[in-house]
């Protein structure tokens, strides 16, 4: 392996090339843009953080980009907060990689694949770049399941006030990028044209889509039932709160009502001379307390 500058590495046998640069300045995109007849400005371009996953043919090469999982995003509210970009220029002698970000699935291809012969060609080592890619979101991917079945348990065995709308927000947003991310590299992945003898390392590469596919496509739906069956366990709450005001309201009405009658300051009013008036009205209380009670029992509302 050859270091021609700190940003850029480069590895050659007789079949192939292969130009690695991380985070090049405008001299470097300037000189390979000469050196392997590529525009300069697409180049410049391909460094734009917001890029998704897209393929394009050019006149002497195939552009790809893919997007690395970032595992140090921390609720992610963005594609370019949770991964990074990589891009991809190939032909039959020549690929080309650029990235901002160090790519640690770079030096792995070379040393398992390159350097043991195991690969020799551009589109082999574009079929291995896809894999390692797709390959960052399944610990992620694996996780978010986690968290929503454990969420779900908490939910479930009413222990709702250990989880809020917040991390059921951030978890479905994770997995809606996730699956975005997914979804836009199936595309690229499916056009990907490689040799006979890697057509099965492309076919694991299709194999571990799918199943991350699948995964995230139950995570989301289950995170969205699951906010659901929160907010109607709140409500459901709430309602049993107001219930339960509603009925000491019950109770209370009538007796305040005869407080009130009671409290008037009038002069004319015979009860008020009855020596057993006070004992009598607490009776008539108690008993409209009972008789409420009963009535309640009886419509099965306590």
Same mark, same amino acid.
């Given at each position: 392996m050859d270091n021609s500058t700190v940003n850029t590495s480069s590895w050659s046998n007789d079949h192939i090339t292969w130009i690695d640069i991380t985070d090049p300045t405008s001299a470097?995109?300037? !000189?390979? +843009?000469?050196?392997?007849?590529? *525009?300069? @400005?697409?180049?410049?371009?391909?460094?734009e953080p917001?890029?998704?996953?897209?393929?394009?043919?050019l006149r002497d090469f195939t552009f790809i980009i893919l997007?690395? @999982? *970032? !595992?140090?995003a921390k609720n992610p509210s963005s594609i370019q907060a949770m991964?990074?970009?990589?891009?991809? @220029? @190939?032909? *039959?002698k020549v690929i080309l990689t650029i990235h901002r970000v160090h790519a640690d699935i770079v030096e792995d291809i070379r040393t398992k694949y390159l350097d043991s012969g195991i690969i020799s060609e551009p589109a082999e080592i574009v079929t291995k770049i896809m894999y390692y890619t797709i390959r960052s979101y399944e610990v992620n991917a694996i996780s978010l399941s986690e968290k929503i079945d454990r969420m779900e348990r908490l939910v479930f065995v009413g222990k709702q006030t250990r989880i809020t709308l917040e991390h059921l927000y951030y978890l479905k947003n994770t997995c809606?990028?996730?699956?975005? /991310? /997914?979804? %836009? +590299?199936?595309?690229v992945i499916m056009q990907h044209v490689t040799s006979e003898r890697d057509s099965g390392a492309l076919q694991d590469v299709k194999d571990l889509m799918q199943k991350l596919s699948l995964s995230l496509d139950e995570t989301h739906d289950d995170a969205a039932n699951l906010s659901t069956i929160y907010l109607s366990i709140v409500s459901l709450k709430t309602n049993d709160v107001m219930k339960l005001l509603t009925i000491f309201s019950v109770?209370? #009405?009538?007796?305040?009502?005869?407080?009130? /009658?009671?409290? #008037?300051?009038?002069?004319? %009013?015979?009860?008020?001379r009855w020596k057993l008036?006070?004992?009598m009205i607490l009776l008539v209380m108690l008993l409209i307390c009972?008789? /409420?009670f009963w009535w309640f029992k009886r419509r099965k509302i306590l």
């Amino acid at each position: 392996m050859d270091n021609s500058t700190v940003n850029t590495s480069s590895w050659s046998n007789d079949h192939i090339t292969w130009i690695d640069i991380t985070d090049p300045t405008s001299a470097e995109l300037k !000189e390979f +843009s000469k050196q392997h007849h590529l *525009d300069y @400005y697409s180049l410049a371009d391909c460094l734009e953080p917001a890029h998704l996953p897209k393929k394009e043919i050019l006149r002497d090469f195939t552009f790809i980009i893919l997007r690395v @999982y *970032d !595992e140090k995003a921390k609720n992610p509210s963005s594609i370019q907060a949770m991964s990074h970009k990589i891009a991809i @220029y @190939y032909n *039959d002698k020549v690929i080309l990689t650029i990235h901002r970000v160090h790519a640690d699935i770079v030096e792995d291809i070379r040393t398992k694949y390159l350097d043991s012969g195991i690969i020799s060609e551009p589109a082999e080592i574009v079929t291995k770049i896809m894999y390692y890619t797709i390959r960052s979101y399944e610990v992620n991917a694996i996780s978010l399941s986690e968290k929503i079945d454990r969420m779900e348990r908490l939910v479930f065995v009413g222990k709702q006030t250990r989880i809020t709308l917040e991390h059921l927000y951030y978890l479905k947003n994770t997995c809606r990028l996730n699956r975005r /991310i /997914i979804s %836009m +590299s199936k595309e690229v992945i499916m056009q990907h044209v490689t040799s006979e003898r890697d057509s099965g390392a492309l076919q694991d590469v299709k194999d571990l889509m799918q199943k991350l596919s699948l995964s995230l496509d139950e995570t989301h739906d289950d995170a969205a039932n699951l906010s659901t069956i929160y907010l109607s366990i709140v409500s459901l709450k709430t309602n049993d709160v107001m219930k339960l005001l509603t009925i000491f309201s019950v109770f209370f #009405m009538p007796l305040t009502f005869i407080a009130g /009658i009671y409290g #008037m300051n009038f002069d004319f %009013m015979p009860e008020l001379r009855w020596k057993l008036g006070y004992p009598m009205i607490l009776l008539v209380m108690l008993l409209i307390c009972v008789v /409420i009670f009963w009535w309640f029992k009886r419509r099965k509302i306590l």
